[in-house]
Nanobody
Framework: QVTLVESGGGLVQAGGSLRLSCAAS?????????LGWFRQAPGKEREFVAA????????VYADSVKGRFTISRDAAKNTLFLQMSNLKSEDTSMYFC?????????????????WGQGTQVTISS
């Protein structure tokens, strides 16, 4: 069993920054090769944000966040991060961390079998 716990969300003004964290734990975490961030706003579909390979550090970003968000990890602590800069009102959403056994398919939510509870990010204009 794998558990993902997100933290770091909050309220920030447009143009500001936040760093989200996702702590992974569980005896079978070694079998999950990709971790990613998704977001979902009320009334909207879940949206891919960024993902990272736990094998070779490959990173993938949604076009909407390229150049503003950076995904990274602390492998020793099984923790995934999402550094968000130059935040915009359209970034307001619930952000979820997810883990996948796939070595690719980074942006496809259906391949992620483990999800965290989410952390709310609200950007004020």
């Amino acid at each position: 069993q794998v558990t993902l716990v997100e933290s770091g969300g909050g309220l920030v003004q447009a143009g500001g920054s936040l760093r989200l964290s996702c702590a992974a734990s569980g005896p079978t975490f070694m079998h999950y090769y990709t971790l990613g961030w998704f977001r979902q706003a009320p009334g909207k579909e879940r949206e891919f944000v960024a993902a990272m390979s736990w094998i070779d550090d490959t990173t993938v970003y949604a076009d909407s966040v390229k150049g503003r968000f950076t995904i990274s990890r602390d492998a020793a602590k099984n923790t995934l991060f999402l550094q968000m800069s130059n935040l915009k009102s359209e970034d307001t959403s619930m952000y979820f961390c997810a883990a996948s056994r796939m070595r690719d398919r980074y942006s496809e939510a259906d391949w992620y079998g483990i999800w965290g509870q989410g952390t709310q990010v609200t950007i004020s204009s």
